[in-house]
């Protein structure tokens, strides 16, 4: 759109930096956009051609948030529970999403498994991926946090100057926290009454649909035994 050749209005005296312009006016006014400096230099004698380029700016910088539903989680020792690990980005980018976990900070008794270890972010900003929690019968019962790491990175692009350009894959990494309450294991009252809260109302709601029928029933054939 705009080329400026042999232009030194840059310079700034006893500085070690310079100032470069470009009017937005001219780019209808970007809400989000990016920026690449690069520097090349021509040796003609020897044809060698050398060429700097630092990563991508992004104005304004993108912003990346990782967290648990629910962030404390009960479970029982030697069984297992689910929740959902949601991650976000600015709207615009698409960058990729690696799950880690640092296992030698995690005890032998807890295992924690990501279903989608790796996931692309949509321009709408918002992932989901399950995360499982497993302990085994012997977990010692105590609270233990766990961090969670997620590494976005967008991949290397080229960008054509007067010759191609590579920009190397960018890298950024965001924590969050899981309190894991490891309690005592399930005892047979413990399963009968998890069983009940579960299918009591059903059981409930049969026997009262099986005493109405046989009611029912029985008040018929007394009335046919009368007639």
Do not use: C, H
């Not at 937005?24 to 044809?47: N, S, W």
């Not at 069984?79 to 990729?96: D, N, T, Y």
């Not at 977990?139 to 350009?165: L, M, V």
């Not at 920009?167 to 009940?196: L, R, Y």
């Amino acid at each position: 759109m705009d080329v400026k050749p042999n232009y030194t209005g840059f310079y700034q005296k006893g500085g070690s930096f310079v100032n470069l312009y470009a009017n937005l006016k001219d780019m209808i006014y970007p809400q989000k956009y990016r920026v690449l400096f690069y520097a090349e230099e021509i040796k003609l004698k020897g044809l060698s051609w050398i060429m700097d380029s630092p990563k991508w700016i992004y104005i304004p910088p993108p912003k990346f948030i990782i967290s648990a539903n629910p962030n404390i989680i009960n479970v029982k020792a030697g069984e297992q529970k689910s929740i959902e690990l949601q991650v976000k980005s600015s709207q615009g980018f698409q960058p990729q999403v690696i799950f880690f976990t640092d296992t030698s900070q995690i005890p032998p008794f807890i295992k924690i498994d990501f279903t989608y270890k790796k996931l692309k972010i949509p321009s709408i900003g918002e992932a989901t991926t399950p995360l499982t929690i497993y302990t085994t019968g012997d977990a010692i019962r105590y609270p233990y946090t766990a961090i969670i790491s997620a590494d976005f990175s967008f991949p290397s692009q080229q960008f054509y100057g007067n010759r191609k350009i590579i920009i190397p894959t960018e890298n950024v990494t965001i924590q969050s926290t899981v309190t894991v309450i490891i309690q005592d294991p399930s005892t047979f009252i413990d399963v009968i009454n998890d069983f009940w809260s579960k299918a009591g109302g059903f059981i409930n709601f049969v026997y009262l649909a099986g005493v109405a029928a046989a009611s029912w029933i029985f008040t018929t054939y007394i009335k046919k035994r009368k007639r």
